[in-house]
């Protein structure tokens, strides 16, 4: 979410549909006593608002300031349950926990063979998509109901209970054994990033060859594959194994094609294997295959057999239009790239409740990079500002760098000069503070110290030399990720050509297709 600080009743009100809403306010009128209730008022008054503030509910007198907090947990849980009533949020989770409540009321009724019944057919359909939690919980209240009270078919059942029970105990075993490392794997890249030495990609290596040796793909079930091949591109991107990463994103959605039924019980599971699939292609530079992956990903969500809610809307909003981004750069078509910024801007708006902060600056990361390859500086320095200015956000220390570095090259490419000494100032000693430069970056950092003192007539001697020294990380393992965020090369040399950035990329993603087909 966008604001931690949002109060999370109003936040939920703010994502219900309209549908929802007049749904909620005919269960609640569902008794006459409920019609002017309390908490139905708070709801309305809630919907009306633009901005939480609780002093208008105050104000409203619609309940005192000490009886706030209990009225809106009320009305909290009251939504959760007309929420849990709708069609459209039923899925395979929710209709196994209803059948296991409605068998536990039988139960408790003392109908044994009613409840029976019903969890048998819960357990079947539990096994057929892969819900082996859950098939393990039925099978335990089978096995206390058969071994508490006499249903006359314990001698025709003990073999199947004990052997369904420790073939599911053994699969949640491997489940969480794999989870485990899955999270592990997660946390060293989101905290540690790529691997920036020798030393760090051999610790990781040793610590995945230990953890994985444990597991044969043949005895694992649809789910424990996934979390299989999500553990391999996890340590792919942390080696910066780039094709590696592509093999085992395209198992992980080929297993979903396998097995189709699938992507609606797993939809987030689909949409984050495909957005690595499509990102690896993007790090391999492969256009024509990340197209049609891309294609293939848009035509998938956007069919009617597609799940539908406010999350999934939020996750295909981003990865479509951060692919989309990254399509545009590969091919080298920077106009259509900014046609479709209107699309995004508003996507943000309508999904800001639902997408962190990390990820919208990191979409006007990218628009900013689209308007200053068309040479629209000042439409980039308005989104570089907007994410030096947020400071609720903790994006990746490098992603800040050249946010920084892109706003000093777009004050001077504007010839905004008037407080450029400050921006390259300020610019520097962001670089000088950071944590575990690159050489990339100690290089930047080396050339700006010196850019103050520079004459007009030294310019491009001075960019010809700061490129040479850059030009030689461009295939280092350890610094190459770097031009991914900030494509500095292609500036470099479009300035010391004196050709347009624009032409210089559009001529290398020529090239690369060229070679790729």
């Known amino acids: 979410?966008?604001?931690?600080?949002?109060?999370?009743?109003?936040?939920?009100?703010?994502?219900?549909?309209?549908?929802?809403?007049?749904?909620?306010?005919l269960y609640v009128g569902r008794m006459e006593s409920n019609e002017d209730s309390k908490f139905l008022k708070l709801f309305n008054q809630l919907d009306k608002m633009n901005i939480y503030k609780e002093d208008i509910l105050?104000?409203?007198?619609?309940?005192?300031?000490?009886?706030?907090?209990?009225?809106?947990?009320?009305?909290?849980?009251?939504?959760?349950?007309?929420?849990?009533?709708?069609?459209?949020h039923k899925n395979v989770k929710l209709h196994i926990r209803s059948q296991i409540d409605f068998a536990t009321i039988l139960y408790q009724k003392g109908l044994y063979k009613q409840s029976l019944k019903i969890l048998d057919k819960a357990k079947s359909f539990a096994l057929k998509y892969d819900e082996n939690t859950s098939a393990y919980e039925i099978v335990e209240f089978e096995k206390l109901i058969e071994s508490l009270y006499v249903t006359r078919s314990l001698s025709n059942r003990t073999n199947e209970l004990v052997s369904q029970t420790n073939y599911l105990k053994e699969q949640n075993d491997i489940n969480s054994n794999l989870s485990n490392i899955s999270l592990q794997l997660y946390e060293k890249l989101i905290k540690a990033g790529?691997?920036?030495?020798?030393?760090?990609?051999?610790?990781?290596?040793?610590?995945?060859?230990?953890?994985?040796?444990?597991?044969?793909?043949?005895?694992?079930?649809f789910r424990e594959k996934l979390i299989y091949y999500q553990i391999w591109v996890w340590y792919s991107l942390l080696v910066q194994d780039f094709l590696s990463s592509y093999k085992y994103a395209s198992?992980?959605?080929?297993?979903?094609?396998?097995?189709?039924?699938?992507?609606?019980?797993?939809?987030?599971?689909?949409?984050?294997?495909?957005?690595?699939?499509?990102?690896?292609l993007a790090l391999i530079k492969h256009p024509s295959e990340f197209k049609n992956r891309l294609s293939d990903l848009i035509n998938s969500v956007e069919s009617s057999s597609f799940p539908v809610n406010q999350n999934l809307n939020a996750l295909i909003f981003m990865y479509k239009y951060n692919n989309l981004f990254n399509l545009h750069v590969l091919e080298g078509n920077f106009?259509?790239?900014?046609?479709?910024?209107?699309?995004?801007?508003?996507?943000?708006?309508?999904?800001?409740?639902?997408?962190?902060?990390?990820?919208?600056?990191?979409?006007?990361?990218?628009?900013?990079?689209?308007?200053?390859?068309?040479?629209?500086?000042?439409?980039?320095?308005k989104y570089l500002s907007m994410i030096m200015k947020n400071k609720n956000i903790k994006m990746r220390e490098d992603l800040q760098c050249f946010t920084r570095v892109l706003n000093l090259i777009a004050h001077w490419e504007a010839g905004i000069d008037f407080n450029l000494d400050k921006i390259i100032k300020d610019t520097y000693n962001y670089l000088y503070k950071m944590n575990d430069l690159h050489e990339v970056q100690k290089t930047i950092l080396k050339y700006l110290k010196g850019l103050e003192n520079i004459y007009p007539g030294e310019i491009k001697g001075f960019l010809r030399n700061l490129y040479n020294e850059l030009k030689l990380y461009e295939d280092d393992p350890y610094e190459k990720r770097a031009f991914l965020y900030l494509d500095i090369l292609s500036w470099l040399e479009s300035k010391?050509?004196?050709?347009?950035?624009?032409?210089?990329?559009?001529?290398?993603a020529l090239i690369i297709n060229k070679r790729v087909r």
Request: charged share 30%; proline share 3%.
């Open 1 to 25: 979410m966008t604001n931690d600080l949002k109060d999370n009743l109003f936040v939920l009100i703010k994502s219900l549909t309209k549908s929802e809403k007049r749904q909620f306010k």
């Open 251 to 280: 198992k992980w959605i080929d297993t979903f094609n396998k097995n189709p039924e699938m992507i609606k019980v797993h939809p987030v599971f689909y949409l984050k294997g495909y957005n690595f699939l499509l990102e690896a």
């Open 58 to 88: 105050i104000e409203k007198k619609i309940v005192s300031k000490v009886q706030l907090s209990n009225l809106k947990a009320h009305l909290y849980k009251q939504i959760l349950i007309s929420l849990r009533l709708n069609p459209q």
């Open 335 to 381: 106009r259509d790239s900014i046609k479709i910024v209107p699309e995004v801007l508003n996507g943000i708006e309508d999904n800001k409740n639902f997408i962190d902060h990390h990820h919208i600056m990191l979409l006007y990361y990218k628009i900013a990079c689209m308007y200053f390859t068309v040479d629209d500086f000042d439409n980039c320095i």
């Open 194 to 221: 790529y691997a920036k030495s020798d030393y760090e990609s051999k610790e990781i290596q040793n610590f995945f060859s230990q953890k994985i040796q444990n597991f044969k793909l043949e005895s694992l079930g």
């Open 496 to 508: 010391i050509s004196s050709r347009p950035v624009q032409e210089i990329i559009k001529e290398k």
